[in-house]
């Protein structure tokens, strides 16, 4: 089962994203991330297994931002690896997700043929990159989700980071908890 965490504080997040993850640790997960915008910039760590090997990573690489997400994965589309470990992320978005989209590879097809590179097999990835084209054609934030999530046939509980909109953070559900 997958745990979803979001926080828009007024101080760092990294440390206090981790310790909220830990209280899903009871969850069975394979891997787990966090991330966080910083100066314009959306930046993250991933880890493949329990929680303690995100917390060396961001021990050694530490994460900026007062506004974030964190996410504990059980594999469901692609293998328990640091590629398939959420948050997925454009350089305009980044996204958590618990559920399933059911027509991601009919998405992922089509964001293929628009150019979109994938990195991931996650249907949360597919998320990312059509979110992040639909900012390309909407001027507004709130209707680009909304067009985003009426293409998804599924359950779903998204928490989104937008590069632009730094002190914000979306959350959004359809069919899953949030």
């Known amino acids: 089962m997958c745990g979803i965490i979001g926080i828009i504080g007024s101080a760092p997040v990294a440390s206090r994203l981790i310790d909220g993850l830990k209280r899903l640790e009871y969850r069975g997960y394979d891997s787990a991330g966090i991330a966080a915008v910083h100066q314009g910039v959306i930046d993250r760590r991933r880890a493949q297994g329990k929680l303690v090997n995100l917390q060396k990573i961001v021990e050694q690489q530490p994460l900026e931002g007062f506004v974030g997400i964190g996410h504990t994965r059980w594999a469901t589309h692609g293998a328990p690896t640091e590629s398939n470990a959420h948050p997925h992320m454009t350089h305009k978005v980044a996204l958590v997700h618990n559920g399933i989209i059911e027509n991601h590879d009919q998405l992922r097809a089509q964001l293929i043929a628009r150019g979109y590179v994938f990195a991931s097999e996650t249907d949360t990835e597919v998320i990312a990159h059509l979110l992040h084209h639909e900012l390309n054609d909407t001027p507004s934030i709130i209707q680009a ?21 730094a002190d914000h953070l979306f959350a959004v559900r359809s069919g899953s908890p949030l």
Do not use: C, F
């Open 145 to 165: 989700i909304r067009i985003t999530l009426h293409q998804l046939i599924g359950a779903y509980s998204l928490g989104i980071l937008i590069r632009t909109h």
